[in-house]
């Protein structure tokens, strides 16, 4: 189930003139929603905007660290976490070679079909869990 926007400036930073960037951001919002479901220890997860993105946050656990959803200058669309996190690292290290990277802050795209969700998912439910769980095994 697509669940509805929160508010009315959210779904406006949905409207980016490239379709396939639009396509892709909105997958990627699927599969937090989705991963987040399956992710109860994150608890609630808040959608905000932060910097002028979508941002997907845990404010009643505090468990987890920001996603944020953008364009960057370097590809179609992207998956942005605290570039200070080690997020993007044990991504890195847990899927070398797999995605694009722009340092350690973003997941770089430029198709939809290119969001992949147990491996994407895992960066995602990481980043839900950031402050109360060790690195996540990785997936066989």
């Not at 508010?7 to 396509?23: H, L, M």
Request: a neutral charge; proline letters at 11%; glycine letters at 6%.
């Amino acid at each position: 189930m697509i669940p509805p926007f929160a508010s009315p400036e959210i779904e406006a930073a949905f409207d980016v003139p490239d379709s396939q960037a639009r396509a892709g951001l909105l997958v990627l919002r699927q599969l937090i929603f989705d991963t987040a479901v399956k992710t109860p220890e994150a608890g609630r997860i808040e959608e905000a905007l932060r910097w002028g993105q979508p941002s997907y946050l845990t404010p009643e656990t505090k468990a987890g660290s920001t996603i944020r959803l953008g364009i960057p200058k370097g590809a179609r669309f992207a998956l942005f976490v605290h570039c200070q996190s080690r997020l993007i690292p044990e991504f890195a290290a847990a899927f070398p070679a797999w995605d694009r990277l722009e340092g350690t802050r973003a997941v770089l795209f430029n198709h939809p079909a290119e969001v992949e969700p147990i491996r994407h998912g895992w960066l995602i439910k990481r980043a839900l869990t950031y402050r109360i769980s060790p690195p996540l095994e990785i997936p066989a």
